[in-house]
């Protein structure tokens, strides 16, 4: 089922009151839905989100990364494996929707579009048994 009124309606709502979207409203949004980013118009990833703030990842190629996310002040960081360096991001709301900027960290920081909120769990095949 596709959630797009609930993102246009917390985006109107959102919008009234500019500004950040701090980790638990982020958790609110998120936990039991797949959110799909996009970077300059073109599709960037979309995520999963669990009970337990757990999440999986599905990049453009298809491929997919499990992880988890946490609460650091106003940001929401995430970690894709052990050894994985920390994501840290900060969601604001404003006249177009809800915009995620990568903060800190390593690489150049990034700015995405949250483009649509389902239900629709993502294509992430496990590992091939035997191989």
Excluded: K, N
């Amino acid at each position: 089922m596709l959630l797009r009124p609930l993102l246009v309606a917390l985006a109107g709502a959102l919008t009234a009151a500019a500004g950040p979207l701090g980790p638990s409203a982020f958790e609110a949004l998120a936990e039991g839905h797949t959110l799909t980013f996009a970077h300059d118009g073109m599709p960037y990833g979309a995520e999963q989100y669990f009970p337990g703030r757990r999440s999986v990842w599905r990049y453009p190629d298809g491929t997919c990364a499990g992880g988890v996310w946490w609460a650091d002040g106003d940001r929401v960081c995430f970690r894709y494996g052990e050894d994985a360096p920390r994501e840290c991001w900060t969601f604001t709301t404003g006249p177009t929707g809800i915009s995620v900027a990568r903060v800190g960290g390593e690489g150049p920081g990034i700015v995405l579009d949250l483009e649509r909120i389902d239900e629709t769990p993502l294509d992430c095949p496990g590992p091939r048994v035997g191989s």
